[in-house]
């Protein structure tokens, strides 16, 4: 039996890792004529200092993830593509992306950038992405490609 797949999370920091994953996501959403839940979740410890919070980076924030979605938006649109929901989240990504978006909006495939870290820095810090493969109820794909299947050039 041949699984469709009808609400896809895709979460993006405007980084290239999740430009290529939301790519993907688009063409693997017309192809199934699913929805795809466009997801930015703000890591609130990164907005915290020894102090507390510095500011209200609120405003600046909302303003900087509406250009992002708008232009991810526009791609989706140029490619015909417009089943779009979009998500803005505070808290902890990990959690988010692999426990509660999946719960709230009955995501059954999480398309994911893979992580830029190298792996010092995955000891320290922890990716995002082997926390959601490892904890996510849905199917996860990681993305590592381009649309032609070719990873991209290094800069």
């Given amino acids: 039996m041949y699984h469709e797949y009808s609400r896809i999370l895709v ?3 405007g ?3 999740a430009r290529l994953a ?3 996501a688009v063409e693997v959403a017309k192809r199934h004529k699913a ?3 466009l997801a930015h979740i703000i890591d609130t410890r990164s ?3 020894p102090t507390g919070f510095e500011g209200d980076f609120t405003d600046e924030i909302q303003k900087q993830t509406e250009a992002l979605f708008n232009d991810y938006i526009a ?3 140029e490619n015909e593509f417009f089943n779009i929901e979009t998500i803005i989240e505070y808290g902890s990504p990990k959690m988010f992306i692999s426990k509660e978006l999946p ?3 009955n995501i059954d495939l999480i398309m994911i950038g893979a992580t830029g870290l190298n792996a010092v820095e995955r000891l320290f810090i922890g990716s995002v992405s082997e926390y959601v493969i490892r904890n996510a109820s849905c199917d996860v794909m990681v993305v590592r ?3 032609s299947n070719e990873l991209p050039a290094k800069d």
């Fill in 11 to 13: 979460p993006v920091d």
């Fill in 15 to 17: 980084s290239d890792e």
């Fill in 22 to 24: 939301y790519n993907k």
């Fill in 35 to 37: 929805r795809i839940f």
């Fill in 47 to 49: 907005l915290q200092t």
């Fill in 75 to 77: 791609y989706a649109n």
């Fill in 103 to 105: 719960h709230l909006h």
């Fill in 145 to 147: 490609t381009d649309l």
